[in-house]
């Protein structure tokens, strides 16, 4: 603290003045700081919060959104490798195909109904998995155009998200050209 001198007509010098307001406004930055701390922890208790709901209030966590991007990664893989619906489904047209033919049927028809209905229903299964990568990868990287703005999306969702529609597009074209025969076609019989 500064020193307190009076001059000769009994008044406070300027450096006695100085230091009295350094000294209150110390005084009320305290006390104003303990009583912002005190209100917020009588609001904290009044709702039964102890201090783990302040990420709640900060906002989406982006849990959801890195889920989806796994789940469409994971769906343009299973496009590409097939999956046990489409062997499945592969399964009973075979079967299907070896009833409808006799033994009397010529050989395209038998080829056709055993093997081709069932490649069909093999590219027809993976363009669906396809399908669906692509329509959830694109939901993902959507996403924060509809959500909270400032909120930037993790660099890994967005690159998992990525992987998913690309791994649904190459999924689909794939889907596309067994299903046309232009891609391992049956062989011709002719």
Known sequence: MGTKTV???GVKTDEEKVDEAAEAKAAEGTASTEGTEDAAAEQD???GDTGAGTAAAEGPTGVGQ???AVVSAGLGVVSLTG???GTVASARESLIGQLETSTSSNVATMIEKGYGDAWHATALWGGL????????????LARPAFGAPGRPQ???I???AWAGVALGVIGLLLAVLKYTDVLLGLPSTG
């Open 66 to 68: 890195g889920a989806g």
């Open 7 to 9: 001059d000769e007509t």
């Open 129 to 140: 998995f396809a399908l669906f990568a692509l329509v959830v990868g694109v939901v993902v």
């Open 154 to 156: 993790a660099p890994w």
């Open 45 to 47: 208790a009044a709702e």
């Open 83 to 85: 999956s046990w619906v």
């Open 158 to 160: 967005k690159s998992v």
